[in-house]
Structures are given as C-alpha cells and as structure tokens.
C-alpha cells in the first residue's frame, strides 16, 4: 500500500514508515532524509516523537514560550543564590561579633571586673537577639520573593499548558441553538474548507449552562492546527453562506490572559 502523507507513489508496508506526531501522516523513512539506525532508534523508543517538516512550521511559538519559562528559572536560581550568599554573610558577621564580645567578657573576668563582666554578658544577649532578629526578617523577606518567583514560574507553565491543550480548537459564536447543533456545525466546518472530512473533527459541544436570554459558544476540536487554520482562513465566507449565519463568527480558541489582553488592546484602539 502506499503511504498516506507521503509525495512519491511506492507502496511499503506500516512498519518502514514513520508518523508524524503532530499530524499523525505517515512518510517513508527515505523520503524525510532519516537514515535506518535513526529509524530504528525512534521506532522503538516511545518517547521519542517526530515531527514532520509542515508541523515544525508550527512549533515557533511554543519553543519560544519553553525558552521563557527556562529563563525564569534560572532568574528563580540567581535569586537563590544571591539569598544564600547574603545569609552566609549575615552569619559570618554575627559570629565575628560574637567572638569579640566573647573576648571582652573574658578579659574582664580576668580582671574581676564583675559588673562589666555583667553588662558585657547582657550586651552580648541583646546584640544576639537584635541579630536573630534581623536574620530572620530577612530570611522572611526572601523567602516571600522566591515564593513570588516561584508563582510567576507556575502561572507561565499552566498558561504554557493552557495554550497547548487549546491550540487545535475552534469557538463559534452567536450560533442559533437547535437539536441538531452537531450536524449544522458539521456542514458549516465543512463549507469553509472543502479539505476538511469527518474524522478531522475530534468534538462539538456547548459550553456552558442552557439558558433561554443568550446563545451559548460552540467548542469544535480539531485534529491538528493545520486543518484548525484552514478552517479559519476562509472563515469571511460565513457571511456568504445564508442569512441565518450572517452574525455568526468563528476565532481561536483563546485563554483567559489572551481574551484580557485583546481587550485591552481594543479598549485602547
């Protein structure tokens, strides 16, 4: 059989071909430029996932979002580093304090000087607290910058996951809502791209409670953002397609920091 995703006409069996991850288009192994020890080396490691040379066109944007969240990290560990080293100093003086003070309530002993010997002791306690103190409100005061540090790290990793998980969707709105929802959403995805088929759309649903006042978003699940992109290339032609779509519109399917920051930037055009 021939290999479906692949330009030449030879026929080869499942096995010598490779499939795309992002796609899942399968090429000959030959045809991509990957030799047969490569090939063998990513047939049977399962964590090892291919991309095509079309899906890498794709891939930009996350790489660059991965970079962003690496260089937090390492912001997160120079930060660190520089907490640790200020508290390794904070240590080191008040052990030379201490030591001083050390040799002064020992000299006076020395001399039988009993109420220097006192107020020395006295001094030494309250300079021991005061220090205690200050560490620990700078060690407090670090901790919440890491702890800042740290929240800044994890809202970029799920807004990361966030956009990954939404990157194949589609939100239709101002679709009437009938029991046939499925099927009309169907033809319309179908219209806007001839190359689209069945198996191409993965889910349709509703989001959000039924109510009677407003028109709930459609949700349409793709199964790659190519056909995701070729779908909202063409969407200006629902306005062409019936009058009953004429306020009908589609878009990607955007997180909450995106639709905030395109808010802004409407408000502010």
């Known amino acids: 059989m021939s290999i479906k995703g692949c330009q030449c006409a030879r ?39 291919w991309y095509c040379d079309e899906c ?3 891939l930009p944007d996350v790489k660059s979002l991965n970079k962003a969240v690496r260089d937090s990290n390492d912001a997160l560990n120079t930060r660190i580093d520089k907490i640790d080293e200020s508290n390794n100093l904070l240590r080191s003086e008040l ?15 020395r001399f039988d000087g009993t109420v220097l010997s006192t107020e020395l002791c006295n001094l030494k306690n309250d300079l ?14 670090n901790i919440e910058l890491v702890n800042d540090e740290v ?24 679709l009437q809502e009938t029991d046939d929802d ?3 959403v169907k033809g319309i995805i179908k219209k806007l791209s001839s190359e689209v088929k069945d198996q191409d759309i993965k889910r349709i649903v509703r989001l959000g409670p039924k109510a009677e006042t407003k028109i709930r ?45 395109l808010k802004k930037l409407i408000d502010e055009a």
């Open 11 to 49: 026929n080869m069996e499942d096995k010598d071909a490779i499939q795309c991850f992002q796609c899942q288009l399968a090429f000959h192994q030959d045809c991509v430029g990957i030799s047969k020890s490569a090939f063998k080396v990513i047939s049977s490691v399962s964590n090892i996932k």
């Open 95 to 109: 052990e030379a304090i201490k030591s001083l003070i050390q040799r002064n309530v020992d000299g006076a002993e």
């Open 182 to 184: 499925k099927d009309r």
């Open 128 to 141: 021991n607290k005061s220090f205690a103190d200050a560490v620990r409100c700078e060690v407090k005061k």
């Open 151 to 174: 929240k800044s790290v994890q809202k970029t990793l799920t807004n990361v996951n966030d956009m990954k998980e939404r990157e194949n969707n589609i939100m239709m709105f101002n």
């Open 56 to 58: 890498m066109k794709l």
């Open 217 to 261: 978003p459609v949700l349409i699940e793709m199964r790659s953002c190519a056909i995701k992109d070729l779908v909202l290339k063409n969407s200006f032609k629902l306005k062409t397609m019936h009058e009953d779509l004429d306020k009908v519109w589609i878009s990607h399917d955007l997180t909450v920091d995106q639709c905030a920051e």
